[in-house]
């Protein structure tokens, strides 16, 4: 399986930047990184995937080190509905198309 | 439609009953999967199709789970004689192809609670 190493909780004020690590050093040259979020009751949400390079789009940036063994997902401006479970995964499987979640890192944006 | 769609949303089934759930992919997906999420875990994959084939079923725990997709469009997973540990929410998902780097959405889920 795909194992990624993500904090259990984080914290952070609305307004403010949140920045979400992951490691992911099983991660082989080939398989994207994925980051989902999962609001309580509702289904994961896609947020970002990326191979190597930086990725921006309107929810947050993705931003991967050189040797692709770790990640950071940073949303730029926080609000009180980003409060949600956040998984980063990589792909595993024959063909890549395995998502293996892990259980998280639950994100608290604090009025 | 605009998104995965799941019913039922909620159910509420005895030990030993057989139930059903179904999934309606985003329109014109190909890859479909379906996941198993238990109270305070991550989701957990159980099976995948492209369009009508079951490319891989490795994450079903037992024979008393079994999904299909007849016409590669609506996919329905069974459990028969549902047990206690069968409680979860079940995921369905789509994408138009996997490939690397290809998104895939998920649905809202059928929560099961069996009693």
Aim: hydrophobic letters at 30%; glycine letters at 8%; proline letters at 5%.
């Amino acid at each position: 399986d795909a194992k990624t190493t993500q904090p259990p909780s984080m914290d952070c004020a609305e307004g403010r930047a949140a920045n979400l690590p992951c490691n992911h050093s099983t991660i082989s040259g080939n398989e994207y990184v994925y980051w989902y979020r999962q609001i309580h009751s509702q289904g994961p949400q896609y947020i970002i995937h990326g191979l190597k390079n930086n990725e921006t789009n309107e929810m947050a940036s993705l931003i991967i080190t050189e040797d692709r063994k770790s990640s950071t997902l940073i949303l730029p401006h926080a609000t009180l509905r980003d409060t949600a479970v956040y998984y980063c995964m990589h792909a595993s499987g024959g063909s890549n198309y395995k998502l293996t979640f892990g259980k998280g890192t639950l994100l608290t944006v604090n009025p | 439609g605009a998104g995965v769609s799941q019913s039922p949303r909620y159910k509420v089934a005895k030990r030993g009953q057989d139930v059903a759930l179904r999934c309606d992919p985003i329109s014109g997906h190909v890859s479909l999967f379906w996941y198993q999420q238990a109270l305070g875990q991550g989701p957990e994959f159980l099976t995948y199709f492209q369009n009508e084939a079951q490319l891989d079923k490795s994450g079903l725990p037992s024979d008393r789970f079994f999904a299909e997709r007849p016409e590669g469009s609506v996919s329905t997973l069974k459990i028969q004689r549902t047990q206690q540990e069968d409680s979860a929410v079940y995921l369905c998902a789509s994408s138009a192809i996997w490939s690397l780097g290809n998104t895939i959405y998920f649905g809202e889920g059928s929560w099961l609670t069996v009693v």
